[in-house]
């Protein structure tokens, strides 16, 4: 069950939470006179099914024309399909060690580790996959909505737990 739960919210995440997930910040983030200060547990992270790999939308909405900004979390282990996205996003490793691959293949061994601090651009239509490895990761993820994600072939079940990094 947890193979294939982390496989399905893989592929939910990149298909689509930010506009099923849409939530205003919390009531305890401090807002005055247009500035927003949001401590790191203030984040809203939502999972569809309770559990697995989540997305707190920071600011605007990834479903409609503006800047955007998410924070996406992957539990230990867990990882997305590869798949695509319609616009430029601009990531950075917030929390943890990110693993991040590019094509339609997932390959464990190939996976470029990110430590915290680190920037990944994922090009529009550029095809990768990423998540995490023995630590919980927390990436943000800055761009211009709308945009969409396309994912690139089935789910694999097989392989929806990352390997221990080595």
Do not use: C
């Amino acid at each position: 069950m947890g193979k294939l739960l982390n496989a399905s919210l893989g592929a939910g995440l990149v298909l689509g939470l930010a506009g099923a997930l849409q939530v205003a910040l919390p009531s305890r983030a401090d807002t005055e006179n247009g500035f927003i200060r949001l401590l790191p547990e203030q984040a809203p992270f939502k999972s569809p099914l309770g559990a697995g790999p989540s997305q707190a939308i920071i600011y605007g909405d990834p479903s409609k024309p503006g800047l955007y900004v998410v924070r996406n979390r992957f539990p230990p282990g867990a990882h997305s399909n590869p798949h695509f996205h319609s616009q430029d996003r601009h990531a950075t490793v917030i929390k943890g060690v990110w693993y991040t691959g590019v094509g339609e293949k997932i390959d464990f061994n190939a996976a470029a580790p990110l430590k915290e601090g680190s920037y990944m651009l994922h090009p529009a239509n550029g095809v990768h996959w990423d998540g995490a490895g023995a630590e919980e990761v927390v990436v943000q993820i800055i761009g211009v909505g709308p945009v969409t994600t396309t994912q690139v072939g089935a789910p694999d079940p097989q392989s929806s737990n990352w390997p221990k990094p080595k």
